[in-house]
């Protein structure tokens, strides 16, 4: 078990760097969201959520926590990263980073499906700026978790 602890740490380490290699590309372009940039910012939105996507499936899969409900599977991993699951992990990330990645959640969902070479600016600009919100709040949670993984692995 300490191993897959261990590389469950490597791998989150690894996906903040490229989550925060995500938050530069985004700067780049979040203070112009129409036209093509909007399309540009809506494609670094979408690979955002992506990554904490993967890394919140890689967490369940660490600890059992599969879903089997196909069609809410998006909604309920990331719900299920809010849950203290007693004696077997704390929760990953808080209320507020939840809300923040719900939006961004939804955002992909349309951006997947759209079929369109242009984005409501309005709800453009309210994804980028829940991601702006986000980059504030997911390294807290994230680091607490790794301390929680470090006393884990210290333990087994």
């Given at each position: 078990m300490k191993e897959q602890i261990r590389l469950l740490q490597a791998e989150i380490r690894a996906d903040l760097e490229t989550i925060r290699e995500t938050y530069t590309a985004?700067?780049?372009?979040?203070?112009?969201?129409?036209?093509?940039?909007?399309?540009?910012?809506?494609?670094?939105?979408?690979?955002?959520?992506?990554?904490f996507e993967s890394l919140f499936t890689r967490i369940a899969a660490t600890f059992g926590n599969q879903i089997a409900d196909k069609a809410q599977w998006h909604?309920?991993?990331?719900?299920?990263?809010?849950?203290?699951?007693?004696?077997?992990?704390?929760?990953?990330?808080s209320k507020e980073?939840?809300?923040?990645?719900?939006?961004?959640?939804?955002?992909?969902?349309?951006?997947?499906?759209?079929?369109?070479?242009?984005?409501?600016?309005e709800r453009l600009a309210m994804a980028v700026q829940s991601a702006l919100r986000l980059e504030q709040l997911y390294q807290r949670d994230l680091e607490a978790f790794l301390h929680f993984l470090d006393d884990l692995a210290g333990e087994a």
């Open positions: 985004l700067y780049q372009v979040s203070d112009r969201l129409d036209g093509e940039m909007g399309i540009v910012a809506g494609y670094y939105l979408h690979v955002l959520y992506g990554l909604s309920q991993l990331l719900r299920r990263m809010t849950l203290d699951v007693e004696d077997v992990r704390p929760h990953v990330i980073t939840f809300e923040c990645l719900e939006v961004l959640r939804r955002f992909r969902h349309l951006f997947r499906n759209a079929y369109v070479l242009r984005f409501d600016p």
